[in-house]
């Protein structure tokens, strides 16, 4: 049945080929005009998968020898073609099989005359220029020479015709080589004059689609170099800027708005950076020979060459369809496979038996009190200027078990058991060889009393000399504060700012503890031991004073409408209204010296010199605008995404326009909804110690900045973005930190492990904080293991506590991501608190956790690598233990783990994804990689335990923030030397895992449309470990006792589970991907939604009445002249007229299984 029905179009395709019928043909073309007129898209694919495109081209073929030429024929076949083509993939290859080119051609030149064929003849000619190689051939053959003879400046004749013909035009000049042979003749100061021409007199607005149509040869001509040249040389950024500031009070010519500002953008002449050099302004010498990245200075005189262009190659779209992303998935199964190998020799793993100490520990000699003498010794051994008994008020006196708070059991470094224990080589050695750049002699003049002391003793704490950022200037606001009685008490010093050292003591006597498991003072020890490359002098004060996430968290940013033209706009102003720029340097990391009169009036002063900051040269524009630069990676002349500044001097209620210019990703978060954070000081010290979401009229594009060609050694991608956010800042003079999110430094994470481990409860958490090695740069990078503390010394307890499988977690590998060290707080400070859950999870995991794997990179502001200059989470397949110590040891452990047969039940690495919504995991399956990538394998002869999509799936469950749908379980070939692979290849660990948390927001559940906060991303953290002991539960055999008591306490659960659930069964089907940007990011690329634009666009065109065209007879043709054997024909097929403005199908058509191919088509 189904065959006969489709044998319905068949049969009228083939007797549209072979009659010479004039009255068939026109009856078989009235049917298919009235068949496509109902239908959408799909109707006309069925037509074109039944051969349409070829048979109406055959026609046209037939029709076009007619003489004299018969319009009754030719006009509907020509709309057909037209309505047809555009939507056919493959049309322009038909075109030139059925060499039809030259037909279109010559039917356009004979009647140049005659409008209304004319205008057919150019919607075709349109639609075949869509296929790029036919396009070319048209161009070839004279097509552009003949538009330009229909193209005529302003004139209210005609104007169907005219807009045709600038249709064709931009069809055509979308080839590069027609783009080419247009500027050479001229055509590009012809389509200005044509536009300006059409700007000026068309005062009423009623031709907004030719202007905009001129606007787009203009876009699609500039998208070759010699069309921006020029387009530049002939004066047309002045003329498209005049234009646009004509157009920006009217609603409705936005389409002319936006596209004139993506040509301005586009042409805007490219400029390097204002850098010297792209390389980071630090650089750290390696061990031996390595060489971090290729070197990569300039040649001078590369600019012109500069590879933008490339060949300029017309790529041809036939097989536009990408399968990027499949072509990068793993699909050797032999690769697939987990496989036991150990990269180094088998008795180098004895080393990390000493960081198993839970193994060996012999509880027969645990007795509270000396553990605590030992570990007190430890302490002010190791840690000298640590006030080790320091507990903040609130966070003791909230905790349940504070009487514990003195009773210090943290072993710093090595433990004094393990003498033999040998730290590896190179993390001593690294001291020695710790001079930072050799070539800068201040700063080697600076350092040298440091580095002196810094290499045996760890001394630097005492002769280090660190002070707070120095407060805000107005002093008035502090006496308030700490001496309302007392105005004179504070005076300010000779500078005018205020003796530092006084005002922390009184700030401090001022901050009781307001911000849990935080200590300025502890912060302030461990940030004296901290190494880093540019010798920090400085504390951030949010570092020092703290964190505090705020009451309530803020919805996403709502886009403001045409935001981003609005900025583009105001960039190109500095070009053509030169007039109010400043353009000077105010800030500058690599020459402090050069910036001119920092601290000048009128003007903001910058400072990034503390540890995780990261800013480099700060340019002021405007009055109040800034050109923000971000370092480079150490070693390294990319990876700018991180920043984190001081600013301060600003005036009240003036919104400061920021514009981070050197971003490198695609695309971000910026461009939905997310906005930077934002702390003020004076904030802070009236009890508001937080980052706040900060900013409006943010929006990220691509900008006018490049990187010459021969630096790309490494480079992804030449050019550069804006991220640009606009601040009013709450107070005047006070001092602001700005960054990309919620900051979180090695200090941080050191002086909160100080506190965690003296509030716990020594006598349930087991917990050992060992340096799993020195980094690079000469940092400890801190080794945890947390479990609880075995039930009492009898055998069974005794064996149950060592035989505890093991979890491994692992986080900020990524110096950039500190959303994942919020993570992994959360995580820490659930696992050693008196919660039941925890108390019972630590009974059910050993805990191995290395919570930042990347301190180096961390400390000194990088955004993706380690101070070698690489990405060490594409390391773990040969990790060299000289350049990537902390990998090389977490894997060693690893391998040791596995070795004793004690592999861990779940491996998971916290990240942060800039690009994503949502919490999600990464993990591993063989059968979902080759299933995705469409792989012939048997996959039934392969066995896999899917366990693990048991965690992600109680995750869905049990976490607010975390989305099942987010997930992916594929191995990509680029991601073999990941953590997440690796450790599920080479140690078989099933449940191996990235945990990815959003920079931004979720897109489903309780979370939805908030930015998150730290106190969202830390709840993650806990969450993550419920889900660590309901995996136990449903994978593990359990105790009798453990069973009860999880029963009684998951109940309590119950309830946030079932509402999980409900929200999950909503939302199954949701994508997590970001549709397309609402306004073009990249000015130099045709994004899709132009095609689907031209489609409806062009159907309009042809669709709209013909009556008015002018100096023409209204001739439709078709329903004119039936014979008697047409109407019979015609009754064959339907028996009445479609019904207009009704969906139902004209009746009878379903005798003969016309239209019954449509009847899945929506229409
Ligand atoms: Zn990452």
Redesign the pocket.
């Known amino acids: 049945m189904a065959e006969q029905e489709a044998s319905g179009l068949q049969v009228l395709l083939s007797t549209l080929q072979s009659s010479c019928d004039k009255d068939v043909i026109l009856n078989i073309l009235s049917v298919l005009t009235d068949l496509l007129s109902l239908g959408t898209g799909r109707r006309i694919q069925y037509v074109i998968s039944k051969g349409g495109s070829e048979a109406l081209l055959q026609a046209l073929s037939a029709a076009a020898r007619t003489e004299p030429p018969d319009h009754s024929t030719l006009l509907p076949l020509l709309r057909l073609l037209a309505r047809v083509g555009q939507r056919d993939r493959k049309f322009g290859l038909k075109v030139q099989k059925a060499e039809a080119t030259d037909i279109i051609l010559s039917l356009t030149r004979r009647n140049l005359d005659h409008h209304l064929p004319l205008t057919h003849c150019l919607w075709v000619l349109r639609v075949c220029a869509s296929n790029v190689t036919t396009g070319t051939m048209l161009g070839i053959n004279g097509a552009m020479e003949l538009l330009f003879k229909v193209i005529t400046p302003y004139s209210k004749r005609h104007v169907r015709t005219v807009r045709a013909a600038i249709g064709a035009l931009a069809a055509l000049l979308k080839s590069k080589s027609n783009s080419r042979r247009a500027v050479n003749r001229g055509y590009l100061g012809g389509l200005l004059r044509l536009y300006q021409d059409w700007h000026r007199n068309d005062v009423s607005n009623n031709y907004i689609y030719i202007r905009r149509g001129l606007l787009l040869c203009l876009k699609y001509i500039t998208n070759i170099q010699l069309g921006r040249e020029t387009f530049l040389g002939s004066k047309g950024m002045e003329i498209l800027f005049t234009s646009v500031q004509d157009c920006l009070s009217c609603k409705n010519l936005d389409p002319i708005i936006t596209t004139a500002t993506q040509i301005l953008r586009k042409c805007y002449p490219k400029e390097h950076l204002p850098v010297a050099t792209v390389s980071s302004s630090y650089s750290f010498p390696l061990p031996g020979n390595a060489k971090a990245e290729p070197p990569c200075e300039e040649s001078e005189g590369d600019y012109e060459s500069d590879g933008e262009e490339e060949a300029e190659k017309d790529l041809d779209n036939e097989d536009g369809e990408s399968k990027e992303e499949d072509y990068d998935l793993e699909t050797d199964v032999n690769k697939l496979r987990s496989k036991p190998v150990l990269d180094r020799p088998e008795e180098d793993l004895g080393q990390y038996e000493a960081m198993c100490p839970e193994l060996s520990h012999n509880f027969q000699e645990l007795e509270l009190e000396s553990e605590e003498e030992k570990s007190l010794k430890d302490r002010t051994e190791s840690l000298p200027s640590a006030p080790s008994h320091f507990i903040p008020s609130a966070t003791s006196a909230k905790h349940p078990n504070c009487r514990w708070r003195n009773q210090s059991v943290t072993e710093m470094g090595p433990d004094p058991d393990e003498q033999d224990f040998k730290v590896p080589l190179q993390s001593w050695r690294k001291k020695e060889e710790c001079r930072w750049d050799q070539n800068d002699e201040k700063r080697v003049i600076a350092e040298a009393t440091q580095d002196t002391d810094s290499c045996e003793e760890e001394d630097a704490a005492r002769s280090r000399v660190l002070a707070l950022r120095p407060l805000p200037k107005d002093a008035a606001w502090y006496k308030k504060l700490f001496y309302p009685h007392c105005e004179a008490s504070i005076n300010p010093s000779p500078g005018g700012r205020l003796e530092s050292s006084d005002i922390v003591r009184n700030l401090l006597e001022k901050h009781q503890g307001d911000v849990l498991f935080h200590s300025p003072r502890f912060y302030t020890a461990r940030a004296k031991c901290v190494k880093s490359i540019p010798g920090y002098r400085d504390l951030a004060f949010p570092d020092f004073w703290g964190h505090q996430p705020p009451p309530h968290s803020k919805p996403m940013l709502e886009r403001k409408q045409g935001v981003q033209r609005d900025k583009v706009l105001d960039d190109v102003r500095r070009l053509i209204q030169p007039g109010d720029v400043i353009g000077r340097t105010v800030f500058d990391l690599d020459e402090p010296s050069s910036c001119s009169s920092p601290g000048a009036p009128d003007c903001l002063t910058f400072f990034s010199k503390f540890e995780s900051g990261n800013l480099r040269k700060a340019i002021q524009v405007r009055e109040f605008e800034y050109d923000l630069i971000m370092n480079a990676d150490v070693n390294s002349n990319q990876h700018h995404q991180w920043f984190y500044f001081e600013v301060r001097d600003m005036k009240l209620a003036v919104p400061y326009r920021f514009n981070i210019i050197n971003c490198e990703k695609f695309n971000s978060q910026f461009n939905y909804g997310m906005q930077p954070v934002m702390y003020s000081v004076k904030e802070a010290v009236q009890g508001r110690p937080r980052w706040i979401r900060a900013g409006h009229d943010i929006c990220y594009y691509k900008n006018h900045y490049h990187c010459r060609a021969t630096t790309g050694g490494g480079m992804r991608g030449k050019f550069y973005y804006t991220l640009t956010f606009s601040i009013k800042f709450p107070h005047k003079d006070d001092v602001c930190y700005l960054a990309y999110h919620y900051p979180y430094t090695y200090s941080t994470m050191m002086s909160h492990l100080d506190i965690l481990e003296q509030n716990r409860n020594p006598k349930k958490v087991y917990w050992r904080q060992q340096t799993l090695c020195q980094t690079l740069g000469g940092n400890p990078c801190p080794l945890l293991t947390i479990t609880a503390m075995p039930e009492s010394k009898k055998r069974n307890d005794l064996e149950q506590f060592c035989n505890r499988p093991y979890v491994f977690l692992t986080a900020r590998?990524?110096p950039g991501?500190s959303n994942?060290s919020w993570v992994m707080k959360g995580t820490l400070e659930f696992l050693v608190s008196s919660d039941p859950i925890a108390d019972l999870l630590r009974k059910c995991f050993i805990f191995k956790i290395v919570p930042m794997l990347n301190p180096d990179g961390v400390i000194n502001g990088n955004y993706r690598c380690s101070l070698s200059g690489h990405d060490l989470?594409r390391q773990w397949m040969t990790p060299n233990s000289q350049l990537h110590p902390t990998i090389y040891h977490a894997k060693g452990l690893l391998y040791y783990l596995c070795s004793i047969g004690r592999a861990p039940l779940v491996f998971c690495d916290y990240?942060?994804?800039s690009q994503k919504k949502n919490v999600f995991l990464y993990g591993c399956s063989i059968k979902e990689t080759l299933w995705q990538a469409g792989c012939m394998v048997d996959t039934a002869v392969i066995t896999e335990d899917v366990g693990y999509r048991t965690l992600p799936k109680i995750l869905d469950k049990v976490a607010p923030a975390f989305v099942m749908n987010s997930c992916s379980f594929l191995v990509e070939k680029s991601r073999e030397s990941t953590a997440r692979v690796v450790v599920w290849k080479e140690m078989g660990v099933l449940r191996s895992y990235t945990m990815e948390s959003t920079y931004c927001s979720c897109s489903h559940g309780p979370y939805k449309g908030l930015q998150l906060g730290t106190q969202e991303l830390e709840e993650m953290g806990s969450k993550f470990c419920l889900g660590l002991l309901i995996l136990h539960l449903k994978s593990l055999p359990c105790s009798k006792e453990v069973m009860a008591q999880a029963a009684l306490l998951l109940d309590l659960e119950e309830e946030i589970t079932d509402r999980a659930q409900r929200r999950c069964s909503n939302s199954s089907l949701e994508s997590d991907d970001e549709p397309p940007c609402v306004e073009e990011i990249d000015y130099n690329t045709d994004t899709i939604s132009d095609c689907e634009e031209d489609f409806s666009e062009l159907d309009q065109e042809i669709q709209e009445p013909l009556s008015w065209v002018e100096g023409e007879r209204e001739d439709e043709g078709v329903t004119t002249g039936q014979t008697c054997s047409s109407r019979a024909l015609r009754g064959l097929y339907i028996s009445s007229q479609p019904a207009s403005n009704s969906t139902a199908l004209p009746l009878g058509s379903a005798a003969l299984g016309l239209y019954n191919g449509f009847k899945s088509s929506p229409v």
């Open positions: 590998v990524h991501e994942a989470n990240h942060g994804h």
